[in-house]
Nanobody
Framework: QVQLVESGGGLVQAGGSLRLSCAASGSVFSLATMGWYRQAPGKQRELVATISQSGDTNYANSVKGRFTISRDNAKNTLYLQMSSLKPEDTAVYYC?????????????WGQGTQVTVSS
């Protein structure tokens, strides 16, 4: 089992910045792709960004150029640097990690951290 704990959320004014962290613990071997997702009230959860074990990244169009995803494999920690925040970025942000075990992939989610951007 892998436990994911997000931190770093909060209230920020539009144009501001926040850095989210996601610490993985437990049986953290063979963590493959990790990512950030978000869910705003009344909306479906959506992809924000993903990063492979080797560092290849993928971003939603809505955050390209403003958000940066990174990971520290030695610390088993995932980050999301968010800049130029907009009110529409307000959501609960979730961390996700995929773990390879043989031919199977196990997916884990964190409990989420609230990000609120005021106008």
């Amino acid at each position: 089992q892998v436990q994911l704990v997000e931190s770093g959320g909060g209230l920020v004014q539009a144009g501001g910045s926040l850095r989210l962290s996601c610490a993985a613990s437990g049986s953290v071997f063979s963590l493959a792709t990790m990512g950030w997702y978000r869910q705003a009230p009344g909306k479906q959860r959506e992809l924000v960004a993903t990063i492979s074990q080797s560092g290849d990244t993928n971003y939603a169009n809505s955050v390209k150029g403003r958000f940066t995803i990174s990971r520290d494999n030695a610390k088993n920690t995932l980050y999301l640097q968010m800049s130029s925040l907009k009110p529409e970025d307000t959501a609960v942000y979730y961390c996700r990690a995929d773990q390879l075990r043989g031919s199977s992939v196990f997916r884990y989610w964190g409990q989420g951290t609230q990000v609120t951007v005021s106008s």
